[in-house]
């Protein structure tokens, strides 16, 4: 069964930095894609960044494009993405998951949300004005 735990949310100021981790277990992680999601109250779970296998390929949705870094250590099982220059537009609830696998040339970042599988149970990130 897999498992995908989140950490490293909470409150920040606008301008600041969080660093969220995602600790996969049960999950043949080293092979499959990696992405970030994010969710405010009664709107569609959106998509932030990914990451191929390898960490070679990434992909980011427009708004966090150039302050947002998604990253992997397959050592540890584990996907981070770290969030710079924070604005109170990103107060969301962050959420891990594990995507498709992919190995060897073939380096894959999906952005639907139908192509992740596997789901963390979301971390929040508050940033205040």
């Known amino acids: 069964q897999v498992l995908l735990v989140e950490s490293g949310g909470g409150l920040v100021q606008a301008g600041g930095s969080l660093r969220l981790s995602c600790a996969a277990s049960?999950?043949?992680?080293?092979?499959?894609?990696m992405g970030w999601f994010r969710q405010a109250p009664g709107k569609e779970r959106e998509f932030v960044a990914s990451i191929s296998w390898s960490g070679g390929r990434t992909l980011y949705a427009d708004s966090v494009e150039g302050r947002f870094t998604i990253s992997r250590d397959n050592a540890k099982n584990t996907v981070y993405l770290q969030m710079n220059s924070l604005d109170p537009e990103d107060t969301d609830v962050y959420y891990c998951?594990?995507?498709?696998?992919?190995?060897?040339?073939?380096?894959?970042?999906?952005?639907?949300?139908?192509?992740?599988?596997?789901w963390g149970q979301g971390t929040q990130v508050t940033v205040s004005s």
């Open positions: 998951a594990g995507g498709p696998p992919n190995s060897g040339t073939y380096e894959y970042t999906p952005r639907a949300i139908n192509a992740f599988s596997a």
């Open positions: 049960g999950h043949t992680f080293q092979d499959s894609s």
